[in-house]
C-alpha cells in the first residue's frame, strides 16, 4: 500500500489492507465521491487501481485515523467498511492504535440517500465501535450522519471519544516529504498546540498551531510545514498541547513517519 496518495481534501475526512505492513506516501487525500448505493455483495472493482481512504481506530480509548489504498470501486463506503473491519496493521498496533469491532463483526444493508448512511452491524457495536464506523463514513462528503441501531449520530456524538488534537493526515506508517501538510481538528485551551519533527534524533521543526476555535470549541486547522530532510528515514511527528498550569506536554500524540 505504500504509494504516494493524500488524505481527504474535505475537512472532516481522512486510507492498504488491514494487516499488511508497510508505509503510505500521503499527506492528503482527493475528494471521494460516494454515489447512493445499497451494497449487500462485493463492490464491483477496477484491477490494479486503487483509491486513498481513511479508517479509524482508537488510540487511549479515543478515535485515530489511520490511512488504506483500496481497490478502485463504485462502493467505495463498502470498501472502507471492510478495511476497517481488518484492523490495525502492525506499524499501527505498534503505534498504539487498537479496535473495538471484534474479529467476527459484518455489516449489512449499507446504503447511502439524502446525506445519512444507514446500516446494521453483527454482533451489536460498542460506543467506541461506533464512534469508529461513524468517523469512517463521514469522511465521504455525501454522508453527513450515520443512521445505526435507530439513532442518527454524526462526529459531534463522539466528542467525549475524540481527542483533544486529532490529527487526520499525517497517519501511522505514512510517508512526508517537505512540506508536510498537517490537518485535522482540535479543542485545546485558546485553540493553540505544537507539532514537532523529529527526524533520526535531530529536530526538523517545532511549530506552534493555532485551530479555528478552542476553550470547549473543536475547531480545524491545516498547516503546511517546510523542513529540511536531510537523510530522511524514519521520523516521528508529535502534536501537543502546552499545559497552561506548568508548561508541560499534555495531550501527546506521537506519529511514527517515515520521511523522504
Do not use: W
Not at 505492513?21 to 486503487?50: L, W, Y
Not at 487511549?60 to 490511512?67: E, L, M, N, P, Y
Not at 462528503?141 to 466528542?159: C, I
Request: charged share 10%.
Amino acid at each position: 500500500m505504500l504509494g504516494v496518495t493524500g488524505v481527504a481534501g474535505f475537512l472532516l475526512a481522512a486510507c492498504g489492507s488491514g494487516s499488511s505492513v508497510g508505509t503510505t506516501t500521503t499527506t492528503v487525500h482527493p475528494t471521494t465521491t460516494v454515489a447512493p448505493t445499497t451494497t449487500t455483495v462485493p463492490p464491483t472493482t477496477t484491477a490494479g487501481r486503487t483509491l486513498p481512504v481513511s479508517v479509524y481506530f482508537l488510540r487511549d480509548g479515543k478515535v485515530a485515523a489511520a490511512h488504506r489504498d483500496v481497490p478502485e470501486t463504485t462502493a467505495i463506503a463498502t470498501a472502507a467498511m471492510n478495511a476497517l473491519i481488518a484492523g490495525p496493521n502492525k506499524i499501527e498496533s505498534s503505534a498504539g492504535l487498537s479496535t473495538a469491532l471484534p474479529a467476527d463483526q459484518q455489516f449489512h444493508d449499507l446504503a447511502i440517500a439524502g446525506g445519512v448512511a444507514t446500516l446494521s452491524l453483527s454482533p451489536a457495536a460498542t460506543l467506541e465501535a461506533q464512534a469508529q464506523v461513524v468517523y469512517t463514513l463521514t469522511q465521504f462528503p455525501t454522508v453527513r450522519a450515520v443512521s445505526l441501531g435507530g439513532q442518527r449520530l454524526t462526529r459531534a456524538s463522539f466528542e467525549d471519544l475524540t481527542p483533544a488534537i486529532f490529527v487526520e493526515s499525517p497517519a501511522p506508517g505514512d510517508v512526508i516529504s517537505s512540506p508536510v501538510r498537517i490537518h485535522g481538528t482540535a479543542n485545546t485551551f485558546e485553540a493553540t498546540f505544537v507539532v514537532k519533527l523529529v527526524i533520526a534524533g535531530g529536530q526538523a521543526f517545532d511549530k506552534p498551531v493555532m485551530a479555528t476555535s478552542g476553550s470547549g470549541t473543536r475547531g480545524t486547522f491545516a498547516i503546511s510545514i517546510p523542513f529540511a530532510a536531510g537523510s530522511g528515514g524514519p521520523a516521528t511527528l508529535t502534536a501537543y498541547e502546552e499545559s497552561a498550569e506548568n508548561g508541560r506536554p499534555i495531550n501527546v500524540v506521537p506519529i511514527p513517519v517515515v520521511v523522504r
